[in-house]
């Protein structure tokens, strides 16, 4: 099965608001973590990514959180606008070649 | 720059059928490529990926088959199609080993009827 989650499948947040996006990730193993964006029919896009030798990244309005002890990941937006409306997949390293990617969570903006 | 391409991007074929998806990438030399496929509503499931020309890796047994016959070309193939090979396709490329991030095709959707 997979090794990692999202916690939940859905969010709805206000334009404007900030969002947060967490995931769950069982291997401990695991050295490299990115965040994807995918719009309706398309492939998905990077968005930000984190090293296990860190604690904290920050990109353009998106920062993603990793907690080693607890093995959780969030990828925070800020001031979330109508074009973040998309699933957001977290990913992890599986091995020299391999990422494993969570369900996703669909985030939907309200104007 | 990099690009990669991926079709057709959408197919509807009847339980039975063959099937080959192709992707090509443009812009870089000796890509790890990947073929995932995405159920509706789920995440990412790894299928095939590739590290070198006529290496084919396979991570589920399944109805399918992939081949690298060039360098820069991934082709997903089955020789009767089934139902359940419904879904979005991904084509993914990676130049690092390891660690690598994975630069994603626009995917091309099968309908199985």
């Known amino acids: 099965g997979e090794s990692v989650g999202l916690h939940l499948p859905t969010l709805s947040v206000q334009e404007g608001d900030n969002s947060i996006i967490n995931c769950a990730y069982s291997?401990?193993?695991?050295?490299?973590f990115i965040w994807y964006k995918q719009e309706s029919g398309k492939g998905p896009q990077f968005i930000i990514d984190?090293?296990?030798?860190?604690d904290k990244r920050q990109g353009q309005r998106v920062t993603v959180l990793l907690n080693k002890t607890v093995k959780h990941l969030s990828l925070q937006i800020a001031a979330t606008q109508p074009g973040d409306s998309a699933v957001y997949f977290c990913?992890?390293?599986?091995?020299?070649?391999?990422?494993?990617f969570g369900a996703g969570t669909t985030v939907t903006v309200r104007a | 720059s990099q690009t990669i391409h991926q079709w057709p991007a959408t197919l509807v074929q009847p339980v039975g059928s063959p099937l080959s998806l192709e992707c090509t990438v443009e812009?870089?030399?000796?890509?790890?490529l990947y073929w995932y496929r995405q159920a509706a509503g789920r995440g990412l499931q790894l299928l095939f990926y590739?590290?070198?020309?006529?290496?084919i890796s396979s991570e589920v047994p399944q109805n399918l088959s992939a081949s690298r016959p060039q360098d820069r070309q991934f082709i997903l193939s089955s020789k009767k199609l089934l139902l359940s090979d419904s879904g979005f396709y991904l084509c993914?490329?990676?130049?690092?080993?390891?660690?690598?991030?994975?630069?994603f095709g626009e995917g091309s959707r099968l309908t199985v009827l």
């Open positions: 993914a490329w990676s130049v690092l080993r390891g660690s690598g991030e994975l630069f």
């Open positions: 291997n401990s193993a695991s050295d490299y």
């Open positions: 984190i090293r296990s030798n860190m």
């Open positions: 990913a992890e390293n599986m091995d020299d070649y391999k990422l494993s």
């Open positions: 812009g870089t030399s000796n890509p790890n």
């Open positions: 590739s590290v070198g020309i006529g290496q």
